[in-house]
């Protein structure tokens, strides 16, 4: 189907347009229709949480790629991200992590932890052990669990962490304050992957009020005298009587409001686009968590080094257990690099086998990221066809600050290698990482592996000054009937992972677009005048 009329028009089914369109076709009396441009999650990989990796590259994945980053040495970066029912939440490392309270006050009062909190619970139904997941929620759509199988090896991390003065977090990662070690809470359910496409939409599909269309890329919002009417599809135009929700990610959404003509007047006239709205804040402000990734090979037993074989694929048929339920993410630790009060600044990922360029070895690493990047980029238009991906530019560490603040957090991180929990373990550095050198050395290391988080915001950023985009209700300026709900609005990259805060964004989006519904459709409004 392409073409149709609804009350609402959400664009994007991932991580925040399932929990839309799940939420609002809650009301029988209301049309809802939700437009994907990629396909169904029925690829058996999606399922599989070893399986990530496959994926990436797949007909489920855009497989964006950055321009050439001058501080990267040049290198374009690969930026997967979903193109399924299900979005990046499919595709991801299924991993849920908040973030810290401080990163909500930042946003305004409208979006305080004090705020949020109850609706992060609202999305969250913790599986693990009763007392161990105490700050999440019990009764959500998403499935959280710690890992099914978890490997020996957590444990002598957590003893490492305990040697450099990083205790556990009691009752897990959802209070506000993930300072500390813990097991990595997982979108998972009985082994499985749990995407928002499980956890919100598929409940929903037999609705007759819900319309789901895949595999139909969106060309443009249609915007009217001022207001956004509809969506343009090759199959015809989607009509919405009383609005359009982009979900289209952080680097979607801004293209799709530059093809329509919001953003810089510029840059919109260079491609031949007539302007609607002159919103130069349309595609800046793009921000991303790095990484880099510290491997060693080790002694004793690897289990994870050996998950894809023929074995492991009999077991996990046949009992959702053993390795391949495994996210090789399996605990984390987030900590201050000064040691002292306040909120973390490097998160260290605990990934308890090697992996080199042959793949899954005997060994252990540490993906290590710096929470609070100050380089920006830019999501900017390539042309004004809509099936030309746009200029991806996160300006990967162009502030000054960046690159040293990396270069510490390597140094924090290697301290675990020396302590008594794993350096009767370890061998040596596995290729690329190159084991401990001088801070130059270490420096230039970074510009050679660093890559990407998969977190990008930012880029349709929210508030109340000149450069938002969206207000602190997450509609666009200028244009009525028309918002943005994902991971562009959020102002700087939360000290967690992204798909919490965007679920929960959705949560709340859904809220502010019932309270409008209170006010009549733009329809009947033609009618009263």
């Keep these: ?83 399924v029912l299900g979005g990046s939440s499919a595709i991801n490392f299924q991993m849920w992590i908040p973030g810290h309270h401080a990163d909500f006050d930042t946003w305004g009062p409208e979006w305080s932890w004090a705020v ?17 997941g105490k700050t999440y929620g019990t009764s959500g759509p998403l499935k959280i669990s710690p890992p099914r199988d978890p490997d020996p090896l957590n444990a002598r991390f957590f003893a490492a962490c305990a040697e450099i003065g990083l205790s556990e977090v009691a009752g897990g990662l959802g209070g506000g304050d993930p300072t500390g070690t813990a097991l990595t809470p997982l979108n998972q359910h009985d082994g499985a992957r749990w995407s928002s496409a499980d956890g919100y939409l598929r409940p929903a599909l037999d609705r007759p009020n819900l319309t789901v269309v895949t595999d139909a890329l969106v060309r443009r919002v249609v915007i009217e005298d001022g207001r956004a009417t509809g969506v343009e599809t090759a199959d015809g135009v989607l009509t919405a009587t009383r609005e359009v929700l982009l979900s289209a990610g952080a680097v979607g959404s801004p293209h799709l409001l530059l093809l329509s003509g919001v953003g810089p007047a510029d840059d919109l006239r260079a491609h031949g686009i007539d302007t609607v709205v002159d919103l130069p804040g349309v595609g800046a402000n793009l921000r991303d968590h790095m990484s880099v990734s510290q491997v060693v090979t080790a002694t ?23 390795p391949l339920t495994s996210n090789f993410a399996e605990a984390v630790a987030f900590a201050r690099l000064d040691g002292g009060p306040g909120a973390p600044d490097v998160e260290i990922i605990f990934s308890p086998v090697a992996f080199g360029a042959d793949g899954p070895a005997p060994g252990f690493g540490f993906t290590v990221v710096p929470l609070q990047p100050e380089s920006t980029g830019r999501v900017s238009l390539a042309s004004a066809d809509p099936t030309r991906a746009p200029l991806i530019d996160p300006g990967y560490l162009t502030a000054e600050a960046d690159l040293p603040t990396f270069v510490r957090a390597l140094r924090f991180s290697e301290r675990l290698f020396d302590t008594e929990a794993f350096k009767p373990v370890v061998r040596g550095p596995l290729a690329p990482w190159p084991g401990k050198v001088d801070d130059d050395a270490l420096a230039q290391t970074v510009r050679d592996l660093a890559s990407t988080m998969f977190h990008p915001v930012g880029t349709c950023r929210l508030g109340r000054d000149g450069d938002a985009v969206v207000d602190p209700e997450l509609r666009v300026r200028g244009v009525a009937g028309l918002r943005v709900v994902d991971a562009s609005v959020i102002p700087t990259p939360p000290r967690g992972h992204s798909h919490a805060v965007v679920a929960m964004l959705a949560e709340r989006a859904a809220g502010f677009v019932r309270e409008a519904r209170r006010r009549p459709p733009r329809a009947q409004i033609r009618e009263e005048k």
Excluded at 117 to 130: H, Q
Aim: include cysteine; glycine fraction near 14%; proline fraction near 8%.
């Design 1 to 83: 189907m392409g073409a149709g009329e609804f009350d609402y028009v959400v664009v994007g089914a991932g991580s925040a347009g399932c929990v839309l369109a799940a939420r609002l076709s809650e009301d029988p009396q209301v049309r809802v229709a939700l437009v994907e441009a990629g396909g169904v999650d029925s690829d058996p990989a999606i399922g599989v949480p070893a399986d990530l990796f496959a994926l990436f590259g797949s007909a489920a994945d855009w497989a964006f790629g950055t321009v050439p980053q001058p501080g990267l040495g040049g290198r374009s970066v690969p930026w997967p991200r979903g193109k």
């Design 116 to 132: 949020v909190e109850p609706y992060f619970r609202a999305t969250e139904s913790w599986t693990g052990e009763p007392g161990s």
């Design 300 to 322: 004793g037993d690897f289990p994870l080094a050996d998950a894809y074989s023929e074995a492991n694929r009999e077991r996990y048929d046949r009992e959702r257990r053993g």
